[in-house]
């Protein structure tokens, strides 16, 4: 049988865990969906309550049978059901020894309610009795050692209280002598730790505390629902054992490749450990000094690799891409490809560097475009709902970027990966300034014009330019797509040759059909005004959404 641990098992954990022995394990971190509505690869994350809160006692019920009697179990989890996993790991066996507020920056902003700047992060044991607390691996420095210098402060520092909000040192304001918290900033879109396919996923210093103090090198760390493989990659750093499930293929093959970039040994991701996180000033010197070496690297990468093209020519070209990151290899730079890409555009957003100037402009035209832009859109918006941040952040990983030429490509075939991912750039670009002229639209009421997509019918189509709303099933129903084209005619075929692949995005529901609105005497500003306007006010499910007209 194949071995269980150093593994990500692609599958349900319930089923998974059933299958394995008990009591082999020594800590669960898991991190479940929330039942809120966020939108998962596979998962659907709106169960009826009833339902939601019999599958959590299944799978908690699960690792409590796999946990080791000296075994810790840690449960991250949203403030609507916090209460309720209380009561059923509790009335399952387990015992709370702390109920830690991870309280994060950069929440969802509410308008009519007080946001939410937290997640619940449950701490349970097996056995109140045998329990594995190693505190000297996650003291933390005082806020008397550091901010008031005060030598009557405990030199191994103290362990943190149950609140991980702020380092003191990175807002000394907001602390006084007796307090121990600490921050760890929500892994967001922007951050280099970020692995970029997945939404939820969690930092690697706040796993590091958990790993670290919960259980000791060589034991077995267990998440039930990997995502992005967080906790895997923490454990395999800190030399733990590790295994994990996911019901997502697309998550688990991802997640597996993050894994494998790293080693036992390796630094976690994100801001340094707190005890060595105040640094001298020598030592912050050099860490400048490095950075500034990394940075004319980089840009000496692309001068010799840009061949006098531009940057975001440079990141969206596979072949000059390709160029750029052998150069970077060359100069034996920190961090990996998807770093190097994204330093490159950091340092071209600065624009303080003449060396990161062009002197070839690309030409494509937009009737070529036309052709396939509409793959390009809906692939970007498969990839953002897969979990990418941005269009940036995935044409900086070659391997997302490579994921997005394939969809684009499933959609309209024939195309150069360079074509469809200038064309989502150029959709990015444009967003704003289509958003603008989308305002005359505001009291539009023209009637829209209904053709069937069937294959007989569809070449009574005009060779017009125009606007059109693409649907399936009845006519009231919300469309699937939004596009605007030159050519109606070329456009409704090409999207019938597309049918099986855009079923695979969003599965139809009936028959396909477009409502249009001819277009013939408008520019294409205008037309992509109303596209705007009709993104915004329908949603449809395969948009850019940056497009919509607010
Ligand atoms: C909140 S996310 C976990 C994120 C993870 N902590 C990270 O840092 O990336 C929950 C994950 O559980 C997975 N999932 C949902 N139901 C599952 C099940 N029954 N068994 C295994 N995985 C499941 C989803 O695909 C999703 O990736």
């Known amino acids: 049988m194949k071995k269980w641990v150093n593994q990500l098992h692609l599958g349900e954990c319930i089923e998974g865990l059933k299958k394995t022995k008990k009591e082999q394990v020594d800590l669960v971190f898991a991190d479940p969906p929330y039942n809120i509505g966020f939108s998962y690869d596979v998962y659907e994350d709106k169960l009826e309550s009833s339902e939601y809160l019999r599958w959590s006692e299944d799978w908690i019920g699960a690792c409590h049978k796999a946990l080791k009697p000296s075994g810790a179990m840690w449960i991250a989890i949203g403030d609507e059901y916090v209460a309720e996993i ?7 066996g387990l015992h709370l020894r702390n109920w830690v507020i991870w309280y994060y920056t950069f929440g969802v902003h509410c308008t009519q309610k007080f946001g939410r700047s937290h997640t619940h992060l449950l701490y349970f044991v097996k056995d109140p009795d045998k329990i594995v607390f190693n505190d000297s691996e996650i003291r933390v420095p005082s806020a008397r050692q550091l901010i008031y210098n005060d030598k009557r402060a405990n030199s191994a520092g103290r362990i943190p209280d149950n609140t991980w909000i702020l380092r003191p040192q990175a807002a000394p304001g907001s602390f006084a002598a007796g307090h121990d918290t600490w921050y760890f900033a929500r892994v967001a879109g922007t951050f280099k730790e970020r692995a970029g396919f997945h939404g939820c996923q969690m930092p690697e210093q706040l796993l590091g505390r958990i790993v670290r103090c919960c259980s000791s ?40 490749a993050r894994i494998n970039s790293v080693n036992n040994g390796d630094a976690l991701e994100g801001p340094e450990d707190p005890l060595k996180s105040t640094p001298a000033i020598s030592k912050r010197a050099s860490r400048a000094k490095r950075e500034k070496n990394q940075e004319q690297a980089i840009i000496t990468a692309f001068q010799k690799a840009s061949d006098g093209f531009s940057v975001d020519r440079v990141i969206a070209d596979p072949v000059l891409n390709a160029s750029f990151i052998d150069e970077c290899s060359v100069q034996s730079l920190s961090g990996r490809p998807v770093d190097w890409n994204l330093e490159l555009l950091a340092l071209r957003k600065t624009g303080d560097f003449a060396q990161l100037r062009s002197s070839k402009r690309e030409q494509v035209s937009l009737t070529k475009m036309d052709l396939y832009e509409f793959a ?22 070659p391997y997302a970027a490579s994921r997005f030429d394939d969809f684009a490509r499933s959609l309209a075939p024939g195309f150069k990966s360079f074509d469809y991912r200038w064309a989502a750039l150029r959709i990015r670009k444009q967003a704003h300034t289509w958003r603008v002229s989308s305002e005359k639209y505001v009291s539009f009421k023209k009637k829209s ?18 606007v059109y709303l693409l649907k399936s099933g009845s006519s009231n ?31 139809n529901t009936g028959e396909w059909y477009l409502e249009i609105y001819l277009q013939k005497d408008v520019d294409q500003l205008d037309r992509r005004g109303l596209q705007s306007y009709l993104i915004g006010r329908n949603q449809p499910r395969m948009n850019f959404m940056e497009l919509a007209a607010t």
């Not at 209380?86 to 399952?92: C, D, F, G, N, Y």
């Not at 077995?220 to 906790?231: K, Q």
């Not at 014009?449 to 005009?462: C, E, M, S, T, W």
Request: proline fraction near 5%.
């Open 86 to 92: 209380k009561i059923i790991a509790e009335k399952l």
């Open 217 to 256: 090198v060589d034991d077995v760390v267990l998440d039930p629902f990997a995502g992005s493989g967080s906790t895997l990659c923490v454990a395999k750093k800190l030399g733990r054992q590790w295994v994990g499930y996911d019901i997502s293929p697309e998550y688990v093959q991802l997640a597996k």
């Open 376 to 397: 390009s859109e809906i692939a970007l918006r498969r990839m953002m709902d897969m979990g990418y941040s941005s269009l940036d952040h995935i044409l900086c990983d």
């Open 449 to 466: 014009k209904r053709f069937d997509l069937d294959d007989n019918k569809f070449k009574g189509i005009p060779k017009s330019p125009a």
């Open 477 to 507: 129903s919300l469309p699937l797509y939004i596009g605007e084209t030159f050519n109606l005619m070329d456009r409704a075929s090409r999207t019938i040759s597309a049918q099986t692949a855009l079923n695979q995005f969003a599965p």
